[in-house]
């Protein structure tokens, strides 16, 4: 950037604060999600570094088939947590999604406050990314949230949050990117395999791009290895 | 410059100190077990008894020689006492049980100018602490200051200026050589220093190979070896009374967290960590509670502590009210050791990892933190194939 050019957003910022023009590129660090779509979709080209991400929907929108994807991608760059308060993480359909098993960590806690204390620990050990696939009743969750997010924004680590149900307002309040997927219709190979899922996702929030964008994509299933 | 001091081996020193009586006779200190001599006194090795030799043919050789067994505590304590009083001369120091103590000279220029005096200090020091009086030889290595040690005689410092001039005409045994190198060179007729620097360095190596070089280059005083820093160990401990006696556990978590903070004062004052965090419990009229844990890298820091031994304290069910709560902390060193996990933090984040996975399923359980294993030779059902095990190691 020319040096005029940053000397007039320099002083557009003293003037205006927030208000003031600002670069176009992403300010904070992200990580893929695995899907180009979605990358897309959020604005900054993944999920956040150092910040809460809310996958929301209903059984069998996908949403935690999109979790599993960023799960495998960032257990290939380093060490990633799976936080699986329903114990029900499928260890072949990560592997068909091409996870490291060597640096994935799977945690299965009993109580919610367990699993949120393994997570605390583990991202400020230096998780590069953690997932909490946290059930439908997930009572003391709020409490133990803006500790995690503590712990996460100095380690630098991605949080990413996949709920069932409607979510609270404290958890809304937390996450700085919502994505709330839908499935649309089921698609097939031609030899009547399921190739996946149609899904429609929407941003209702983010506070590091604009809000409310939508997209639709195949939702592609991995052929088994 | 390094000072080399040459007392009597340990053990016998120990035994002197024992019994000031064995004070100039022969003295044999030996292993009861192996029935083989450990060390002896210069009485004794003046007739013939030489370390590693059995008990039995060292009382041929000095028929009148007392034996006595090795007092290992004794021996501890005499090194333990040597390393203390040359630490306060020079920080660079390091002693050996056969009775050489090394003190690294470098540095020491302005604390001591008059290289004189600190040698008359160094001799006066170790005599008011032990029975016996040292030779001290000056050299510009490890291997050439023993030498010199070896010729100096008590009281006579003896300084080499010129290594070459000085190993010229010592024996060739001076060298550390095994027994085949020992048969080569007498094969040879390599009597002396002098004989073996005479042969090229290239032909020397074609004869011995590569790694008797170190043979030649002690010859020419070459000896890269640099003396290993003694440190004294630092004992850190805090410990606070509690009057009326404690009862409640959730009271002992606050009191130890302030007992951590102060140790972590403690520890980053002296720019130290800590590897081992030890929690004693004095209970009303029970035997004390102890509860200690290791870590794989020097903590540093009050609520580094605090976070490590809280699980440990959750589980603590004390049999009576708490008198006393007295927190240490052992195998101190210094903080850097951390440090490199900063610089490469891959190696940082490994060891972090392993750490901090191990502490969780320890205060929990280990099937809390689980990794996939395949197994590769299973049934292709996925349930066979894919078996989730407790992580053991760090990722």
């Given at each position: 950037m020319p040096d005029r050019l940053q000397q007039a957003l320099t002083v557009l910022e003293t003037r205006f604060g927030s208000a003031a023009p600002r670069p176009a590129e992403p300010r904070h660090a992200v990580r893929s999600s695995g899907i180009p779509e979605l990358d897309a979709l959020t604005g900054i080209g993944g999920w956040p570094v150092g910040r809460l991400s809310l996958l929301a929907g209903e059984n069998g929108s996908g949403k935690r088939t999109?979790?599993?994807?960023?799960?495998?991608?960032?257990?290939?760059?380093?060490?990633?947590?799976?936080?699986?308060?329903?114990?029900?993480?499928?260890?072949?359909?990560?592997?068909?999604?091409?996870?490291?098993?060597?640096?994935?960590?799977?945690?299965?806690?009993?109580?919610?406050?367990?699993?949120?204390?393994?997570?605390?620990?583990?991202?400020?050990?230096?998780?590069?990314?953690?997932?909490?696939?946290?059930?439908?009743?997930?009572?003391?969750?709020d409490a133990e949230l803006p500790h995690l997010l503590h712990r996460a924004q100095d380690a630098e680590c991605s949080l990413l949050l996949v709920h069932d149900a409607e979510v609270e307002d404290v958890i809304r309040y937390y996450a700085s990117v919502i994505v709330r997927v839908e499935r649309r219709r089921w698609a097939f190979h031609a030899d009547g395999d399921l190739a996946g899922i149609e899904v429609e996702a929407a941003v209702l929030k983010n506070r590091m791009a604009t809000p409310g964008r939508r997209a639709r994509w195949l939702l592609e299933y991995p052929r088994p290895r | 410059m390094i000072a080399c001091v040459r007392l009597p081996a340990l053990p016998v020193l120990a035994a002197v100190r024992q019994d000031p009586g064995l004070r100039g006779r022969p003295l044999v200190v030996g292993e009861n077990a192996g029935r083989t001599v450990i060390a002896a006194s210069i009485q004794a090795r003046s007739r013939g008894v030489v370390p590693g030799m059995s008990l039995t043919h060292a009382e041929q050789c000095c028929p009148d020689a007392i034996v006595q067994p090795v007092d290992q505590v004794g021996t501890a304590r005499v090194r333990q006492l040597l390393l203390r009083t040359l630490y306060r001369l020079t920080p660079e120091v390091e002693v050996s049980d056969a009775g050489y103590a090394f003190i690294d000279l470098r540095g020491s220029t302005w604390r001591w100018p008059d290289r004189d005096v600190l040698l008359e200090t160094i001799d006066g020091r170790i005599r008011a602490l032990l029975p016996a009086r040292p030779a001290l030889g000056l050299g510009a290595t490890l291997f050439v200051s023993r030498l010199a040690a070896d010729r100096a005689q008590p009281g006579a410092p003896r300084l080499v200026d010129d290594p070459a001039s000085f190993l010229e005409?010592?024996?060739?045994?001076?060298?550390?050589?095994?027994?085949?190198?020992?048969?080569?060179?007498?094969?040879?007729?390599?009597?002396?220093?002098?004989?073996?620097?005479?042969?090229?360095?290239?032909?020397?190596?074609?004869?011995?190979?590569?790694?008797?070089?170190?043979?030649?280059?002690?010859?020419?005083?070459?000896?890269?070896?640099?003396?290993?820093?003694?440190?004294?160990?630092?004992?850190?401990?805090?410990?606070?009374?509690?009057?009326?006696?404690?009862?409640?556990?959730?009271?002992?978590?606050?009191?130890?967290?302030?007992?951590?903070?102060?140790?972590?004062?403690?520890?980053?004052?002296?720019?130290?960590?800590?590897r081992e965090i030890v929690i004693r419990l004095d209970l009303d009229g029970s035997p004390p509670h102890r509860e200690s844990v290791r870590y794989a890298y020097p903590l540093t820091t009050g609520q580094d502590l605090f976070d490590r031994?809280?699980?440990?304290?959750?589980?603590?069910?004390?049999?009576?009210?708490?008198?006393?709560?007295?927190?240490s902390v052992r195998h101190v060193e210094p903080a850097y050791v951390r440090q490199p996990g900063l610089l490469l933090r891959?190696?940082?984040?490994?060891?972090?990892?392993?750490?901090?996975?191990?502490?969780?399923?320890?205060?929990?359980?280990?099937?809390?933190?689980?990794?996939?294993?395949?197994?590769?030779?299973?049934?292709?059902?996925?349930?066979?194939?894919?078996?989730?095990?407790?992580v053991t190691d760090s990722p």
């Open positions: 999109i979790a599993q994807r960023h799960v495998a991608l960032a257990s290939q760059e380093g060490a990633t947590v799976y936080v699986d308060f329903r114990a029900r993480l499928d260890p072949e359909f990560m592997h068909r999604l091409g996870a490291c098993f060597e640096r994935l960590l799977i945690v299965r806690p009993k109580t919610i406050k367990e699993g949120m204390e393994a997570a605390r620990v583990l991202a400020r050990a230096g998780a590069g990314s953690v997932c909490l696939d946290v059930p439908r009743d997930a009572k003391g969750l | 005409p010592l024996p060739i045994s001076c060298l550390p050589l095994d027994d085949e190198q020992r048969e080569y060179v007498e094969l040879l007729g390599l009597r002396t220093l002098g004989d073996l620097r005479r042969i090229p360095r290239v032909a020397f190596r074609r004869q011995f190979g590569l790694r008797a070089l170190r043979l030649h280059d002690l010859a020419w005083g070459i000896d890269p070896r640099v003396i290993p820093p003694w440190r004294p160990p630092s004992r850190i401990e805090e410990s606070t009374p509690l009057d009326p006696p404690l009862e409640d556990m959730e009271a002992l978590q606050f009191v130890v967290r302030s007992l951590a903070d102060r140790v972590g004062e403690l520890l980053a004052a002296g720019g130290l960590g800590a031994i809280r699980g440990r304290l959750k589980r603590v069910r004390p049999a009576a009210p708490l008198e006393r709560i007295t927190l891959r190696d940082g984040l490994v060891e972090m990892l392993a750490d901090a996975i191990g502490r969780l399923q320890e205060e929990s359980r280990p099937e809390l933190i689980q990794r996939v294993m395949v197994i590769a030779d299973a049934t292709p059902v996925p349930d066979r194939r894919y078996r989730l095990r407790p």
